[in-house]
């Protein structure tokens, strides 16, 4: 089955001590992004990757980082957390521009991630 | 730059009833649009896009979107809702060939409660 895995599904942990959120997919995607979901924010993307060893900037990046070591994995690693990331993570992977942006994304299910 | 507004954080109707979820977005040239849907703690699922072609696009349970250039708008309609309807549902564009940057920009959601 065609899917994007998020491991953990949720996450409590304290301020400071570093986690890594892990994301993989099967569908051979060169396109792989994660969001972070608030409400009345809507989703909002902290990094994505064009490939492999190629990762940029989103639009909320700070106390994030992201590597992609192999096509198929995307962790999202933060080295100190501070409540305010507290919040809902989804990685999305997809098939890449050109024609490959009429495609949307696959989701993963998601990671409810608590920094106390 | 590209944005994606959803006027209302939340929609009420009751079953049977048609249903309208409102979307409208701003960005540079004919834009990919696209509707999801997230049902309690799980990630967003895809229901439909429009790419080209009929302004009028069927999805998954049942739904439709229309998309409207003029009024740049592409809101998602039911003809019956159904109580099982009730999620949170996102609207998201993408800009096309825009050189593999594959960047889908999210609306708020608005949350659809169906009542019995």
């Known amino acids: ?116 | 730059a590209q944005s994606v507004a959803q006027p209302e954080d939340q929609v009420n109707v009751a079953e049977g009833n048609p249903l309208t979820v409102k979307c409208t977005y701003s960005v540079s040239g004919n834009p990919y649009l696209f509707w999801y849907v997230q049902y309690p703690n799980r990630g967003l699922q895809f229901l439909l896009k429009y790419i080209t072609g009929d302004n009028l696009v069927k999805g998954s349970y049942g739904f439709e979107a229309e998309f409207n250039k003029s009024q740049t708008s592409f809101h998602l309609k039911k003809p019956s809702a159904l109580v099982s309807d009730s999620a949170l549902y996102f609207c998201a564009v993408r800009r096309p060939f825009s050189g593999g940057y594959n960047k889908l920009i999210f609306g708020a959601g608005t949350r659809l409660a169906v009542h019995p």
């Open chain 1, 1 to 116: 089955e065609a899917q994007v895995t998020q491991n953990p599904r949720y996450l409590i942990t304290v301020t400071g001590k570093k986690l890594t959120v892990t994301c993989s997919q099967n569908m051979n995607h060169e396109y792989m992004s994660w969001y972070r979901q608030d409400p009345g924010l809507g989703l909002r993307q902290i990094y994505y990757s064009m490939n492999v060893e190629v990762t940029d900037k989103g639009d909320v990046p700070e106390g994030y980082k992201v590597s992609r070591k192999e096509k198929r994995n995307f962790p999202l690693i933060l080295e100190s957390p501070s409540p305010n990331q507290t919040s809902l993570y989804f990685c999305a992977s997809s098939q890449t521009g050109g024609t490959g942006s009429r495609y949307g994304y696959t989701f993963g299910s998601g990671t409810r991630l608590t920094v106390v």
